[in-house]
């Protein structure tokens, strides 16, 4: 599997064509005036649809950004600017004010002017002009002067223009945790005890979760995070196409969310130069989050002077969040700083017990503007910790949110903002402390030779309490503030030669760090990906860039060793049963698409393993709540159980997967494979509105795919149809220093334009693990040009 990657990679390489190729009459030209704009500037779009952004000033820069951002992917931003303003119901009717109301609750409310100096010396200009360059093409849009999306059309809505300060405010697209599990290990531990709660979520450093003095778990909703989830949703237009949309029960809801926030991670790493076969650097990064279309990120590259930086980040903020410039390059990881929790209040009326005494809750009055219907008023209720996610009268008890969100310099990704000029180690560890969210692990590699990495994350200090559960909100469980600048760890130069993450537990022990005495978190990513990728690279003495590729690629699970461990001393008379454990136990554990082993092991560990253990471990109260666990801490319970108990159950789960697999693939074996059932096929939410035809151009795939969540290639899917449902959008392998050489691929394409050629171009690159070259030099850039877009002021 990676020397098939490696080949395509190289072929397409070779494809490219030579770096300082002259321009050629073939090159579409454009020349254009933009009102805002403050001196002559150029957009070279190469052949994948990446923009090249050459302007006299960085805000000129900064402002063509948002200028042609929305010229790609004009209905994904405005949609995420209504989305976290609460501002769907004015565009798309009365079916949204729920959820308006729920988004307006995460707003940044605090003071601005320490919002902003939160950030780079350079964001607010980036901010400021970013935004008036997305307000320049909507102009041109409303006026009529630039075509108008089709979503638009199927909505019949228009899109709006952006005050800067909506860029920053907006918080909910920033990963932040770890509410949701609270409230799980709560209505877990009513149910079933800690036990239970052990099965349903591993704890790493290995933990016992106290339950906090004046706590009662079992007094915690199961739908106390329903605003919550429903603030923080992706928008469905059901609704508007006349599909009834019920809400799941609570603990199934509450169980759907934590899967779906299991599936959300990352890959990274630097390798020093001794370690590689030139003698540079190289930085690789495969951020995983939904897939879908348009493409989570974009990848854009910017030059003015004093800014110099290419890669990508989500199209609706300035810069790039993961990328280099001249001299460094960085990427992320989330790294799991739990920075919620939930308080439980005893209340009179709308004021909550706090240090004795009884103190009113903030009352915030807010008009919903409705589409077709007279303006809705709302009120939001804010306790001293935050937003009041739930009240319930007839107990005298009401729920809320204290999260990082709340704080100055919380907006999501754009602490990338201080590494864009980043010139050493030292301003990159100055990017590190000025961190808010996501938390990250951030690596780094310069064109010294030095790599290194980085917790990062604002950090909440908790004195009494393990973070892992709700707690009273009288006063007894507060944050002391937040962990000092210098205080998460970092590693410089390693002496391994690497460093890799991929979202697992990598605090180091004490006496190196004391994790102990500052509990930065507990609940990590399974171990899989980041076990696999550090086998690769300790076995790889001088890498390549092509090693790097085929690493973001590779299919084979860790994970999926220790399943065929359990299963290796069994046997059974049933045939079926036979021929699959001989199938699992020969396999190499690599999920390639053509797989059967792979097939059965994914529909075995993840659909039926899991709730066939539930059922024999824990009390029916807690099934649901547990059911949706992850392979691993099921893995673990019977990794530490005898035979006499942990056989039947591997025996009668993998039977039930071996039905649920006749079922879908038919009885013959030897026919199944993996790629028969995971695929991966994209259709925007907007697709339910448009008729058939425009459905169809809107969608894209299916491509067989290979991996699973347990892969490096991390390819998570949905049981009911085992369709991909997140992992990597963009991967990035850098050639530090010799930038050019450096490799990317977006899925599944740069533009969001439905009849554009870059709308799917990249898809069946990304699905194959190929890559395009990502050019830095205008020369390079040049010999790759599709279009030159001239631009002057109006």
Same mark, same amino acid.
């Given at each position: ?74 209905? +994904? ?21 729920? +959820? ?103 704890? @790493?450093?290995?933990?016992?979760? %106290? ?32 599909? %009834? ?113 009884? @103190? ?29 996610? %739930? ?172 399943? +065929? ?158 369709? +991909? ?70």
């Amino acid at each position: 599997m990676l020397g098939r990657i490696t080949g395509a990679a190289a072929l397409l390489a070779v494809l490219a064509g030579p770096a300082n190729a002259e321009l050629t009459t073939a090159v579409r030209r454009e020349a254009q005036s933009v009102a805002g704009l403050q001196q002559p500037a150029e957009i070279l779009v190469d052949r994948w649809g990446v923009p090249h952004i050459y302007a006299k000033s960085a805000r000129d820069a900064f402002f063509l950004q948002g200028w042609n951002a929305a010229r790609d992917r004009l209905w +994904q931003i405005d949609l995420w600017r209504k989305r976290g303003l609460g501002r769907l119901s004015a565009s798309f009717g009365p079916a949204y004010v729920e +959820q308006d109301r729920a988004a307006r609750l995460f707003l940044y409310r605090g003071d601005m002017a320490a919002e902003w100096a939160a950030y780079d010396p350079g964001g607010r200009e980036a901010v400021e002009a970013f935004a008036s360059g997305v307000n320049a093409y909507v102009a041109e849009v409303n006026a009529g002067a630039r075509p108008l999306p089709p979503e638009f059309r199927l909505t019949d809505s228009r899109p709006e223009p952006w005050a800067a300060e909506d860029i920053l405010r907006i918080r909910s697209h920033a990963l932040v945790s770890n509410a949701a599990s609270e409230v799980a290990r709560a209505r877990t531990v009513c149910a079933g005890g800690l036990a239970a709660d052990a099965l349903r979520r591993r704890l @790493e450093p290995e933990h016992t979760p %106290k339950i906090p003095p004046g706590l009662d778990p079992c007094e915690v909703p199961e739908d106390v995070l329903k605003d919550y989830t429903l603030g923080t949703a992706p928008v469905s237009f059901a609704p508007l196409a006349g599909h %009834k949309q019920g809400r799941a029960p609570g603990a199934v809801e509450l169980a759907q969310f934590l899967e779906s926030q299991a599936a959300e991670g990352s890959n990274n790493w630097v390798i020093a130069p001794p370690r590689t076969a030139t003698g540079r650097p190289i930085l690789a990064n495969d951020p995983h989050r939904p897939v879908g279309v348009p493409s989570l990120r974009y990848i854009a590259h910017l030059e003015a002077p004093g800014l110099s930086i290419i890669g990508a980040g989500e199209p609706a903020l300035p810069g790039v969040s993961f990328g280099h410039n001249g001299k460094t390059a960085f990427g992320i990881t989330i790294f799991y700083i739990d920075q919620e929790d939930l308080y439980v209040y005893e209340t009179r009326g709308d004021a909550y017990r706090y240090k004795g005494g009884f @103190e009113p809750m903030r009352v915030v009055r807010e008009t919903i503007e409705v589409k077709g219907e007279a303006p809705r008023e709302v009120e939001l209720r804010f306790t001293r910790h935050g937003p009041v996610l %739930k009240v319930d009268p007839a107990k005298n008890r009401a729920f809320a949110l204290r999260t990082v969100w709340n704080e100055p310099g919380l907006a999501g990704y754009f602490g990338s903002s201080r590494m864009w000029r980043a010139a050493g180690w030292a301003d990159f560890q100055t990017a590190r402390d000025r961190w808010g969210a996501p938390p990250l692990n951030l690596v780094y590699a310069d064109t010294s030779g030095e790599i290194g990495w980085s917790a990062a994350g604002r950090t909440p200090v908790r004195p009494n309490w393990d973070g892992l559960t709700p707690v009273p909100g009288d006063g007894r469980y507060e944050w002391r503030g937040f962990l000092a600048d210098g205080g998460l760890p970092a590693v410089r130069n390693p002496t391994e030669g690497f460093f890799a993450t991929a979202n697992e537990m990598n605090i180091p022990a004490d006496p190196a760090y004391p994790r102990q005495a500052r509990q930065l978190g507990f609940e990590w990513a399974d171990r899989t990906r980041s076990v696999r990728i550090k086998e690769v690279l300790s076995a790889t003495p001088k890498a390549t860039l092509a090693d790097s590729m085929a690493l973001q690629g590779d299919s084979v699970s860790a994970q999926a060793r220790r399943g +065929q461990a359990l299963l290796a001393p069994l046997a059974s008379d049933d045939p079926e049963l036979a021929r699959a454990l001989a199938l699992l136990k020969s396999w190499d554990a690599d999920e390639r698409t053509d797989s059967a082993a792979a097939a059965i092991y994914e529909t075995w560990a993840v659909k039926h393993l899991g709730p066939a253990t539930v059922r024999a471990a824990t009390p029916p109260a807690a099934h649901a709540l547990v059911g949706a666990s992850s392979p691993d801490p099921v893995l673990l319970w019977h990794e530490r159980q005898p035979r006499r108990v942990r056989d039947p159950i591997l025996l009668g789960s993998l039977r039930a997967a071996l039905d649920e697999l006749k079922g879908r693939l038919g009885p013959d074996m030897a026919a199944w494979s993996w790629g028969r059932l995971h695929q991966a096929r994209f259709e925007p939410a907007a697709a339910v509105l448009a008729d058939p035809q425009l459905a169809a151009q809107m969608s894209v795939g299916p491509l067989q795919v290979a991996g699973s969540a347990s892969t490096p290639r991390a390819a998570s899917w949905r049981g009911s149809d085992f369709r +991909q449902t997140a992992g990597a959008s963009v991967r990035l392998v850098l050639d530090v220093g010799a930038w050019d050489n450096s490799m990317a691929v977006n899925t599944p394409g740069q533009s969001g334009d439905p009849f554009s050629p870059h709308y799917r171009d990249l898809f069946p690159l990304w699905a194959a693990g190929t890559y395009f070259p990502l050019r830095f030099t205008r020369p390079a850039v040049e010999g790759d040009t599709e279009a030159v877009i001239s631009l002057t002021p109006r």
